[in-house]
């Protein structure tokens, strides 16, 4: 530098107040909208099977079909199973609840309770099918059109709880890992907002093929 040079100085600019503080979350997360564009299909799918249901319906000229008049009849093993599903529903959201306030302990408890119920729920379905099929006269699948549109719809809501109880298996094995916050947890929000939709169609089912027949 050359005697007298005059030393330019870069002009003061005022800090950044948000620099360095991370990124900072200000819509939905994307594993979250993920679900909810799954259950979105899903709703579509069921929505086809209930078309298929209720246009079989019309176009019969009795329904049910004659011989199976009460075969599918709100009993208490269906009545159970479906209070089962609900208070899941609620367990669910229980948890959901505690690990917003940051409560782990609460929020695997309450995942454990769901994991039963849900599983006791499937194994409540499974039951009331082997009556069915022992009925006299047996009623399954291949029991003309309404055995298979009964089992098809039923049997896909079966599967749907069992991918949910998978579900809520994974998240409670985080879970006691310790692997959720009270601002990380969208595994657990994924998880519950699926179960909530396969509670809603059970209810949807329980009312059209117990109730409306």
Do not use: C
Request: hydrophobic share 50%; no cysteine; aromatic share 14%.
């Amino acid at each position: 530098m050359t005697a007298g040079a005059e030393v330019v100085r870069a002009p003061h600019t005022q800090a950044d107040p948000h620099a360095g503080a991370g990124h900072t979350d200000t819509g939905i997360n994307t594993a979250l909208l993920g679900m909810l564009l799954f259950i979105g299909s899903e709703v579509m799918f069921f929505a086809g099977l209930f078309a298929a249901y209720f246009n079989a319906r019309a176009a019969a000229p009795l329904w049910p079909p004659e011989g199976f008049e009460h075969v599918i009849e709100p009993n208490l093993l269906v009545i159970s199973a479906t209070t089962i599903l609900v208070l899941s529903s609620l367990t669910m959201q229980w948890g959901i609840w505690r690990i917003r306030k940051g409560d782990r302990a609460g929020m695997n408890r309450a995942l454990i309770v769901t994991l039963v119920l849900g599983v006791l729920f499937l194994g409540m379905q499974a039951y009331d099918y082997w009556e069915l099929l022992h009925h006299d006269p047996p009623f399954g699948i291949n029991t003309g059109i309404y055995g298979t549109l009964f089992y098809t719809l039923t049997g896909f809501h079966g599967a749907h709880v069992f991918g949910g109880v998978v579900g809520i298996s994974v998240v409670l094995l985080r879970g006691l890992a310790g692997q959720f916050s009270a601002r990380h947890h969208v595994a657990v929000e994924a998880v519950s907002a699926y179960w909530h939709f396969v509670d809603v169609v059970w209810i949807a089912l329980f009312a059209t093929l117990y109730f409306l027949k």
